[in-house]
């Protein structure tokens, strides 16, 4: 079984400043983890995904995360925090074992809010 | 088309009545998902297929949800004698074959009152 917890369900910002949203995982297997961006009114997109290749992954717009199999964890930062960076952030795991396609388990989201 | 396309937009109905949510999926993507958003959760996974066969079903939470996928492209979700319970985003996404990356949609509102 896979599970997710993302540890704080709302994070502030001050525009300029880092970013750090924080996520756990739980999974059987080896897992392959994502970061899904959710902006109002609009669909999930994809910000960076871990696939068992390098621990420090680089997504799209300045992100990135670090796996840290030791800790079970996949925390998302960003050195300098943008306000169209607002947004609702989901952490994403999909167990491999027995399972070659797109079956994921969201976390229940952390609401970005950047001042300015 | 550009992106995945789900109508309608937001639905609105009646506690019993049926309601079908469609999905139309980028072109040449062989998997779609169906996902459900309860306000204040993260997307739960519904079915899944692969073409027109019904790969995994497991999250449908009754007898009620139904979906299907007939030519392997538009997919359509139906859900029979809607309940209060059932009112959440329903969003759907595709993708090339196998573990790929997902394509989601703006998702269809519903809401039964």
């Known amino acids: 079984a896979q599970s997710v917890t993302q540890l704080d369900s709302h994070v502030s910002v001050s525009e300029g400043t880092p970013v750090l949203l924080r996520c756990n995982y739980s999974s059987s297997y080896s897992p392959s983890l994502f970061w899904y961006v959710q902006h109002p009114n609009k669909g999930l997109q994809l910000l960076l995904k871990?696939?068992?290749?390098?621990?420090l992954v680089k997504g799209i717009n300045g992100f990135e995360a670090e796996f840290k199999k030791s800790e079970t964890s996949f925390h998302l930062t960003k050195p300098s925090a943008h306000m169209s960076d607002a947004a609702e952030y989901f952490c994403?795991?999909?167990?491999?074992?027995?399972?070659?396609?797109?079956?994921?388990?969201f976390g229940q989201g952390t609401i970005l809010t950047v001042h300015p | 088309g550009a992106g995945v396309s789900q109508s309608p937009r937001y639905k609105v109905t009646k506690r019993g009545q049926d309601v079908a949510l469609r999905c139309d999926p980028i072109?040449?993507?062989?998997?779609l998902y169906w996902y459900r958003q309860a306000l204040g959760q993260g997307p739960e996974f519904l079915t899944y297929?692969?073409?027109?066969?019904?790969?995994?079903k497991s999250g449908l939470p009754n007898d009620r949800f139904s979906a299907e996928r007939p030519e392997g492209s538009i997919s359509t979700l139906t859900i029979q004698r809607t309940e209060q319970r059932d009112s959440a985003m329903y969003r759907c996404a595709s993708s090339l074959e196998g573990f790929k990356k997902l394509f989601f949609g703006s998702g269809t509102q519903l809401s039964v009152l």
């Open positions: 072109s040449g993507h062989v998997s």
């Open positions: 297929f692969n073409y027109e066969a019904q790969q995994d």
């Open positions: 994403v795991v999909s167990d491999h074992g027995g399972t070659s396609y797109g079956k994921l388990t």
């Open positions: 871990y696939t068992s290749a390098a621990t």
